[in-house]
């Protein structure tokens, strides 16, 4: 059974499952992970039959402590500063630095099909006083706090240090404070220079009631007590978050022993590694989730984040490899399966739940989606670069058919994909320029009589032969066997007399790109024309 619907299945009554991420810079694509688990959770409940509510928190009121697209003085003014409360560094468009890069995760997420019933601000929540009650029993249980710190993680803080952060009434910097006592109605707190490395407090000291918005919990008492608020069920977390002692442990402890709830069920989530370092600095391209968005569209970036079990690691490879023709590949061969064609190779077990659960719409017809026509990306790859063709004309004739407007969308997309991809990640071998007008002078040179000869019978062969990729692959393996040939030669003869060089790309589909006519006179000049003929 798939991973989601097992843990679907083992689920009892309604569930609230969350998630919450601070609001600082660009989204990486590794970021993707954690919502695309999420949002499979939360599919896989509602398709069986569970009442579910998908929630995410933007935390804003997190002190500023990161430097993206700020000038050198802006920063000097925000470090510390709730993100909720630093102005929007693009210009006016947003009502903050915290409004405007949480759109940024929010537009990214819908474009991927993860859209949550509720997106909660936590300077909203805590304004609102829904955070009161908690905020009193952390501090009431200051003593209890600091000691889970010291048993759970290792970490020792002073005898007078309460867990909550009060927004300097001086300075406005949240980062820098810290309270030292707390008498039931106001606590004492102390705005220190010297107390992060990262920003610098205005040495204000004084009292304040900690209700109403003006203080924030610290990131593990936050947690807890959302899970209390929210009523959450399940929130996975990530591996860095779920190690032992770690941050996960902490909040569970809190949980249980400060606010008496038990802690919501964790699914943790390895990471990708994205090797290829080239890739956050070649051509400009980085691995940012708008710039992968561009290349992998987001069925099939769905598809590899929800294909392994969450506590497996994704090792992603793209940079100048096939990493992305084969998601590809794979993601239409678990389209062909579920609409019922014979595929390729071995298919999981979970095929038809993996397809539907990749496409972006919740409730796509998963039946009319597989069966939607969908050109292979390295053909489409071949077909981009050769002049002259026009690919939807023949994508058309390929299908046998006029393609749907859902065909078309998928066609333009995976064109923009395949484009991109040649552009920014692709091997060289990926890469090609047919030689049109003349015979290449290197096939000339170093075709063998061997070689001549297998060019030579494919002519004929391809004059009948179906004119896609497989069946003119077949036709060169049949041939080369015929005469003895080693594929490997066979293939050497082929992107000579193409190419102009000893290796390239899938031959069979590489003649299939090109029209039938070309490709015949070309194999009858290359098998007769000779050095100095
Ligand atoms: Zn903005
Ligand atoms: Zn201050």
Known sequence: MFWADELAAAASGPQVVNDSKTPSGTVHVGSLRGPVVVDT?????????????????????????????LTPDAIERSMG???????????????????????????????????????????????????????????????????????????????????????????????????????????????????????RGCGH?????????????????????????????????????????????????????????EPPLNVPYEFLNIRGRKMSTSKGLGASATQIAEVIPPEQLRLLFLRPRPNTAIEFDPEGTDAIPRLFDESDRLAGATAGREVKGELPADHERLFALSLVEPDADVAAEAATYR??????????????????????????????????????????????????????????AVQRDALPPAAAAELDDAQRAFLASLAPELESAAWDGESVQGAVFATAKEHDLPAGRAFAALYLAFLGRSSGPRAGWLLAALERDFVIGRLRDAATTRVGA
């Open 41 to 69: 959770i939360t599919r896989a409940l509602r398709n069986a039959g569970v009442l579910v509510e998908l929630r995410y928190g933007v935390d804003d009121l997190d002190p500023m402590d990161a430097q993206a697209l």
């Open 81 to 199: 500063v709730p993100l909720a409360h630093v102005p929007d560094p693009a210009g006016d468009c947003h009502p903050s630095y915290a409004r405007h890069f949480a759109q940024v995760f929010i537009d990214t997420f819908d474009g991927l099909g993860i859209r949550p019933d509720t997106y909660y601000w936590m300077s909203d929540i805590y304004a609102s006083g829904a955070m009161d009650r908690y905020i009193r029993s952390a501090l009431d249980a200051a003593a209890t706090v600091r000691e889970i710190y010291v048993r759970v993680a290792k970490v020792r803080h002073a005898d007078d240090w309460h867990p909550l952060f009060v927004i300097c009434d001086s300075c406005g910097r949240i980062g820098t404070t810290i309270v030292t006592g707390w008498d039931g109605e106001v606590v004492r707190y102390e705005c220190r220079p010297d107390l992060v490395t990262w920003a």
């Open 205 to 261: 000291a004084g009292e304040t009631s900690p209700f109403g918005g003006r203080a924030k919990l610290p990131y593990n008492v936050d947690w807890a007590a959302k899970w209390d608020l929210f009523g959450v069920t399940i929130e996975p977390a990530g591996k860095d978050l779920s190690t032992a002692g770690g941050s996960r442990d902490r909040s569970d402890a809190i949980a249980r022993e400060v606010f008496g709830n």
């Open 375 to 432: 050109p292979a990306f390295s053909h489409l790859a071949l077909l981009e670069q050769i002049p002259g063709i026009d690919v939807v004309e023949r994508v058309t004739t390929e299908k046998g058919a006029p393609l749907t407007d859902r065909e078309h969308e998928i066609l333009e997309e995976r064109r923009v994909a395949a484009r991109s991809w040649l552009d920014a990640y692709a091997p060289d071998r990926a890469r090609l």
